[in-house]
């Protein structure tokens, strides 16, 4: 049977064909959430992401797929802290708490989205960990523009925007464990969200800006993580310089004018005028350059 999505592709008619995993409570707080208008079933298809990713050669060594969760991420750390090895893979049906940066929140109905974290323990000193949050988002937006033909761009760090609307977020944690620091990076992808489901006016999805095709959350995943492993490798081999020439290219906040949020609450507005081979925005305003290794952006103009 064919996956089944919003618009004009098969589509269930109501809330009792979701999936059993799904728990009564949950599905309770959705129906108030979302207004009784869950009807997404895709379903992740563990054994193919398993088959299509895993190998001797590849960076990624299990796929774990679970029903329902509170957070990815906070699951993945454990399992971290718990010795799980490098190249773990964790996708959740349902995430019921979700998180992004700066400790916002991140929710979808079950089956709506991707949502998704790696487990990676880089060789490299963790001075360098600031490109890994970017790689994700790179990997992400090279993927839907070639699953979807949309013109994803990236607003530093991580997001991942089309037509000035976000589709994707990042959220990378340093996790510590008995084997040294070990890095969870999580991605919330927005794949069969309609319109009115989107948690916010400025959000979009793939059934939005494609609403006459159907895209499987497997797919969506399974060539995220080929073109984040390839990406991987490159950063692994120390070749910084070319990876920050090509996040430059699909980077929007280049050249606009921004205020950059720092975790201290303080703020700066100026023009962003790079990316450096650290991964690192440079903002140009009338006193100096500023560097920022992390922050929250606003494109103003």
Sequence with gaps: MPPTFPGNCPQSAVESVLPAVVSAQSLANLRHHYRGRVRYEDRLDAAGLEAELVGADSLWRTVLAVSETGSTNADLAQQARDGAPAGTVLTAHYQSAGRGRLGRAWSAPPGSAVAVSILLRPERDPA????????????VADSLRGLAGVPAVLKWPNDVLVDGAKICGVLAERVETSQGPACVLGMGVNVALRAEDLPVSTATSLAVLRPDT??????????????????????????DEPLAAEYRRRCETIGRTVRVRAGDGS???????????????????????????????????
């Design 267 to 301: 703020s700066v507005e100026g023009e962003a005028v790079a990316v450096d081979e650290q991964g690192r925005l440079r903002v140009r305003t009338s006193e100096r350059v500023w560097t920022f290794a992390a922050g929250d952006v606003t494109h103003l103009r």
């Design 214 to 239: 159907c895209f499987d959350r497997s797919q969506v995943i399974a060539t995220v993580l080929a073109t984040l492993a390839l990406l991987y490798h490159r950063w692994a081999a120390e070749l």
């Design 128 to 139: 360098r960990w600031t490109w890994l949050p970017l790689l994700a988002g790179l990997a």
